[in-house]
C-alpha cells in the first residue's frame, strides 16, 4: 500500500503556495543536481525575527512573556566547569526556588510531613479535604530540575499544587541526585518508595506524576516496575518530561530562544547529562524513557506548551503511548514554555491544567 | 485563592539557570523601572538560528524538510493584487494539486462518484471494503486550501485517505468559495448537505471532518448546527484547523519560517481572509470558530505538529473544547508542519494520523 516515499507531494498538493513553487506556470521550481545534493540534509537557516506577547493567554502569562526581551539582553548564566562550581549553582537556585515556595505555600494552604520510607526521604501533602473519591488513594511526585536541583523541600510545590487541586494525599519523594549521587540513585528511591507505598494498598489507587526531570523519572520508573514485575500505577501524570536526554528532539531547535524558562540543551541541560548519566548510554530507556517498549503502560496524561522546548520530548512519548495501545492523554497549551503551569502557579493555566490531570486521575485510578 | 499574578515566579522557582539570574548571589537582576516600562508588552526579538533536520521523523517528512532550505532561497511566490490575479493564482494551484491527486487515487484505490445535493456539488468516496462496523456510518469532509482552493475534484485527497484508512464511505462537499462565493457561501453548503445527509440515517452515525480551512469549517458547522437546533454530528475530526481568521494565534509567530506548508498570516493567509470574509467580523465563531460556544460540541479529535503555523488554532479550540467539558483528543505529531498529515499522503506519519482519527470516529459514532 505505502510503496514508496512521495518527496514532491508537500510543495503542490491543496497548498501550492508554497515557497518556490512557480505559481504563474503550476511548474516545480528548477534546481540542478548539485543544489539538491547539496541540501539533502541541509540545517534550515531562519532570519532573526520579531515575536510579540501573545494575546490569548492569561495576564500572568503575558507578564511572563513580556520581561522575556529584557531577561534575554541580560545573558545567560555562566554553566559550571567544577563540580564545586555545581555545587554553588544548586544550592544559589535552590535558595531562591525557596522563597517562591513560600509564596506558594501561602497560597494553597496544606499540611506538610517529613518522612523516610526506605531509607528515602520524602515529603506527605495532604489538602485540607480530601475528596472522598480520593480516601483510598494516593500520588506519588518526583519533582523536577534537570536530576540536580529542587532537592530537599525545595521540590514540593508541584505536590503541593496537586494535593490542593486534587483533593488529594500526595507522597513526593526527596529522590537521590548528583552530584554525590548520579543515575541510577533516583530510579532505585523511586522504585524503592513504590514497593513501600503499595504494601497493604491496592496499587491500581495509586498514581505516579512529576514535571520534567520528574517526569523522565515517572516514566523510567513504570518502564523499571515493568522489567521487576512489580505491580504498575492506575495511572500516571508525565508532565513535560525529559523524556529524551540524548537532545533529539526537533523543538530544542524550534523553541530555542522562544522558551522563556530553560536554555538550550547545549548550556543547563548539557550539565545535567553529564552529571546524572554520566557515561551510561543516554538511549537506556531507564535514563531517557522515549527508548523505551510502551507495552502495557498505565493511562497517562501529558502536558506541554507550544513555547515549551521539551514540546518534542512530549509528543513522541504521547505518540509511543498511542502506538503501544495506550490511553493517553495530551494537552498543550498556549505559548506556554517548559513547565509553565507549575512556574506561575497562581495563573488560570495552573489550575487548568492540574484540574485536567485531577480529572485524569479520577477517571483511571481504582477507588 | 487565586489572589493576585505572581510575575516573578518563573525566573527561579525550581529552574533559577533561567536568562537573567544572577545565581551567585541568588538574587533578581536589577531593573530600572524605565527598563521595565519600555519592556512592559515588547515583543521579543529572535536572532537568527541553524534548525537541523529532525532526525526522529520518518525518511518521507525528513526528505520534505531537508528540502525547505531550497525552497527558502528560492522565495514565496507573489500574492495576487486582483480578483483576476486571484483566479490564475487558484487555477495553477489547483492543476498542480490535481497532478499529485493522481498519484494518491493510485496509491489508495477507491470508488468516486459524484452528486448534487441539495444543490450542492459532492463526491462520494466508497472504499473497496467497508468495515462491517461502519455499515450505517458516513463521515462528511469538507477540504482544506484556505476557502480559495482545492475546489471541484482536487478536493477529495482527504476523503479518499480517511474512507481507505477507515474502510468507511465519506461524503466529501466541494462548497461554494470566493472571489464568486465568500461568506457565508461554503457554511451554507454545508449546512445544505447535513440536513440532506441525516435524512433516513441516525445523526449520531455521522461525523464530520476535514483540515485547515476544512477544519475551520468542520467547527463552525457544529457552531451552526447548534443555532438551529438541528442534531449534531456523533464525532468530529478537525485537523489543524483554521480556527481564528482573525491571526491571533502565538504559533503564527513562533512557527513562522519554521512551518514548510504555508507561508506567514501577511501572506496568502492574508488574501484567504479578505475574499472569505470581506468586511464581516473575523471573530465571528461563524467565521473564526474559536470565539465560540463549545458546550455541546460532540466528541472531538484535534492534529497538528510542533512545526504546524497553526499548532495554536489547533490547542486553543482543545483547550476551549475541554474548558466546555467536551470529550476532546489532541495529537501533536514531532516536526510535521501544516497538513503534512495528509500532504505527505505516503508516510507513517499520515498512515498513524488517519487510523488514530478512524479509531476514535469507530469509538465514538453510533452504529
Redesign the interface.
Known sequence: ???????????????????????????Q?A?TPA??AS???????????????????S??L???????????E????AIPKSIEGWR??IA??????L???A??RK??PVNVSSQVISGVKTYTVVPEQIAPENGSRVLVHF????YL??GGE??I?EAILMAYHGRIKVISVDYRMPPDYPFPAALDDAVAVWKEVIKGCNPKNVGLFGT?AGGGLTLATVHKLKELKLPLPGAIAPGTPWSDLAG????Y??????D????NYE??LRGCVELYAGKHDLKDPFISPLYGDFRGFPPSILTTG??DLL??DT??V??KL??AGVEA???????M????Y???????ES??AFE?IARFFDTHLGK
Chains 1, 2 share one sequence.
Open positions: 500500500m505505502h510503496r514508496r516515499p512521495v518527496l514532491s507531494v508537500m510543495v503542490t498538493f491543496i497548498f501550492p503556495m508554497l515557497l518556490g513553487v512557480t505559481l504563474a506556470t503550476g511548474q521550481p534546481q543544489a539538491a541540501t539533502e540534509m541541509a540545517p534550515l537557516r531562519v532570519p532573526a525575527r520579531i515575536i510579540p506577547v501573545p494575546t490569548d493567554v495576564p500572568e503575558q507578564k511572563a512573556i513580556a520581561r522575556l526581551p529584557t531577561l534575554r541580560q545573558g545567560a548564566p554553588k549553582f544559589a537556585g535552590d535558595n531562591a526556588s522563597q517562591q515556595l509564596q506558594l497560597t494553597f519533582h523536577g530540575g534537570g536541583l529542587a525545595v521540590g510545590g520534567s533529539t528532539g526537533d523543538t531547535f524550534t523553541n530555542d530562544y522562544i522563556g524558562v530553560i536554555g548550556g543547563f507550544t513555547r514540546q518534542s509528543v513522541r504521547h505518540r498511542r502506538q492523554r495530551l494537552q498543550v497549551f498556549e505559548a514554555s517548559h513547565a509553565e507549575l512556574l506561575l502557579f497562581d495563573s488560570p489550575r487548568e485536567e
